[in-house]
C-alpha cells in the first residue's frame, strides 16, 4: 500500500506564494512519474504539473508556467510545487498523484488566492 500526504496549502493574496509538499510512503520500489493536479468548484480536475524520468523531464499547464515550478527528491520520495505570482484563478484543491505500480492520490489540499 502506498500513502501521499499533501501540506502547505493555505491562503494567499494575488501575487503571493505557496510551496506544496507530496510526502509518499509504503510499499515503493520505482516511481515512474510524480505529479500536481488541481481542482476548481464546479470545474473538471486538471493536471497542473508533472516530472518524470530523473527529474528530466517536466510539463506544465500553460496556465502555470513561469510561474510554477515542480521538484522532487529522490531519497525521501517528496515532490514539491513551488507557486509563485499567484492569481485568483489557481484557486483549488491541489492534489499529488504518483504513477509506481498503478496511480494514486493524496487527500488534496486547499488553495486559496484572494484579496
Known amino acids: 500500500q502506498v500513502q501521499l500526504v499533501e501540506s502547505g496549502g493555505g491562503s494567499v493574496q494575488p501575487g503571493g506564494s505557496l510551496r506544496l509538499s507530496c510526502a509518499a510512503s509504503?510499499?515503493?520500489?520505482?516511481?515512474?512519474?510524480m505529479s500536481w493536479y488541481r481542482q476548481a468548484p464546479g470545474k473538471e480536475r486538471e493536471l497542473v504539473a508533472t516530472?518524470?524520468?530523473?527529474?528530466?523531464?517536466?510539463n506544465y499547464a500553460d496556465s502555470v508556467k513561469g510561474r510554477f515550478t515542480i521538484s522532487r527528491e529522490y531519497g525521501k520520495n517528496l515532490v514539491y510545487l513551488q507557486m509563485n505570482s499567484l492569481k485568483p484563478e489557481d484557486t483549488a484543491v491541489y492534489y499529488c498523484?504518483?504513477?509506481?505500480?498503478?496511480?494514486?492520490w493524496g487527500q488534496g489540499t486547499q488553495v486559496t488566492v484572494s484579496s
Open positions: 498523484r504518483i504513477y509506481v505500480d498503478k496511480e494514486y
Open positions: 509504503g510499499r515503493i520500489n520505482r516511481i515512474t512519474a
Open positions: 516530472i518524470t524520468g530523473g527529474s528530466s523531464s517536466r
